[in-house]
């Protein structure tokens, strides 16, 4: 509901098993997200329906998962009220409905800037272009701070938020803070909401939050633990984190399993590497900072690492590693996959079925990325999921479909394609100049792409 330019959906309608059907009520982006799919051949369907047209659509089947990222917010509460409609009659029992939006009490400090923002762009505005009139609107609030009203001493925390939101894109910047529709709502309110379309509220999609020890204090958990109403407790979490943004899964009928089954599944789950780097030895959480156990991040990098990187689980490490306790792992696998080391992977009957599509769509990306870098990530059959990768990989990528490899070869290649447009590398700050001096640096780029980057594309099936 509501894919933008529809990358993501299309990179996991590549990359994973069943049927995909989106909606963006933008026709160029509805252009954009079939062009992709054109290239993959995967199972989609693109329109650029409302959510209404959605909603009255007679040729939709019962979906097990219906998403919308970003959207909540930032649209009608005539619109909040066809997607739960949707949901209601369209979402299967036992299916997942993903909602992500800005919400209270983080978001306190920031919504009279934002009025602020709105009421210069409604009524003093000068320029017709976006980011000339964000850049006003941004010019008067610095001056208005100058001028340091009542308002701004009570709350300090303005002057941080304005200070943060000058150093983000324009573009960005007229989404969340410019957009006609903003409905900023407390947890609470949105999970009274979608119960009308028999929604549960399951957990967030940020799996750090299910190691509640990482979130807060020992005394702030025996408060927490101590409120009996699930969406109170859940909505005095937020208090606590002064949230001012959820990504949050509900589910149609939640049933949950037994804690055995549950660990069970995540020891027979297989994981990959996402870098060759070795794993911190300290990773930051919303409480502070969690050490890993002694030679445990080691021992985990090292049993990943074995047989070219492919895939394993941990039910066969904790059989060769009987000082290391199921309790620790399971943290780890958490700590690791939030801090993107490590990603749980799929079947290898999914694999197999999904990889000519990934490598579809990636080869179309890569040749693109010759002219523009504007999609910043390919597909792995193994995750199903995204990778991210520099335009100068997704170009060595591209040679290496083409059967081109070598440091030598790569770097030939990459400068082939930049003198052709008349671009040059930068180096320090200078242009580097001529064929030999450009090959040369694009040849210690090749090196670290061969050396630190493709075994682990590889271990992927991006390639």
């Known amino acids: 509901m509501g894919y933008g330019q529809g990358v993501s959906i299309n990179i996991h309608a590549a990359a994973t098993l069943g049927k995909y059907f989106g909606t963006d009520f933008n026709p160029s982006h509805a252009a954009h997200a079939n062009e992709l799919c054109q290239a993959s051949k995967c199972d989609a369907k693109f329109f650029d329906d409302s959510f209404e047209e959605m909603l009255h659509r007679d040729d939709l089947p019962q979906f097990d998962s219906i998403s919308l990222h970003g959207i909540w917010t930032w649209i009608s509460e005539e619109n909040q009220a066809h997607i739960v409609e949707f949901a209601r009659k369209f979402l299967k029992p036992g299916g997942v409905f993903y909602n992500s939006y800005n919400c209270y009490p983080g978001w306190s400090p920031g919504a009279p800037l934002r009025e602020l923002f ?9 320029s017709s272009k976006t980011f000339n009139r964000v850049e006003e609107a941004l010019k008067f609030t610095e001056e208005l701070f100058n001028k340091n009203p009542a308002y701004f001493q009570r709350v300090p925390d303005v ?6 939101a000058k150093k983000l894109s324009h573009d960005y910047l007229a989404h969340e803070y410019f957009n006609r529709d903003w409905i900023c709502m407390y947890f609470s309110e949105v999970a ?12 967030t999609s940020e799996i750090i939050e299910s190691l509640e020890m990482y979130n807060f204090s020992q005394a702030n958990l025996e408060f927490i633990n101590g409120i009996e109403n699930s969406i109170m407790r859940e909505q005095v979490k937020d208090y606590f984190r002064s949230r001012q ?3 949050d899964i509900y589910v149609r009928g939640a049933r949950r399993i037994a804690e055995f089954e549950r660990v069970e599944r995540l020891m027979n789950m297989n994981y990959v590497l996402m870098s060759q780097n070795k794993f911190p030895k300290i990773v930051a959480v919303p409480g502070g900072n969690v050490n890993f156990a002694e030679n445990v991040a080691e021992k985990v990098h090292e049993h990943l690492a074995s047989e070219n990187f492919a895939p394993k689980n941990f039910k066969s490490f904790l059989e060769k590693n009987t000082d290391i306790s199921t309790a620790t792992i399971l943290q780890a696998i958490v700590l690791l996959t939030q ?3 490590i990603m749980p992977c799929q079947s290898e009957t999914a694999v197999q079925r999904v990889k000519t599509q990934c490598v579809n ?3 179309y990306i890569c040749n693109r990325a010759k002219n523009s870098d504007d999609i910043q990530f390919l597909a792995s059959p193994v995750t199903g999921g995204g990778f991210s990768l520099t335009k100068f990989e997704k170009i060595f990528l591209s040679a290496e479909y083409e059967g081109i490899t070598g440091v030598d070869e790569l770097a030939n290649y990459a400068w082939k394609i930049f003198s052709a447009r008349g671009l040059t590398l930068v180096k320090a700050g200078k242009s580097l100049n001529g064929a030999e001096e450009n090959i040369a640096e694009f040849k210690n780029f090749a090196q670290n792409f061969i050396d630190n980057r493709l075994p682990i594309i590889k271990a992927l099936q991006i390639i």
């Open 192 to 203: 009274e909401i979608l119960q009308d379309a028999k929604l549960d509220f399951a957990c």
């Open 339 to 341: 801090n993107g080391n």
């Open 159 to 164: 002057k941080a938020i304005f200070d943060r």
């Open 245 to 247: 943004f959820r990504k």
């Open 118 to 126: 709105i009421l210069h762009d409604k009524y003093a505005h000068k």
């Open 361 to 363: 769509l990636n080869k």
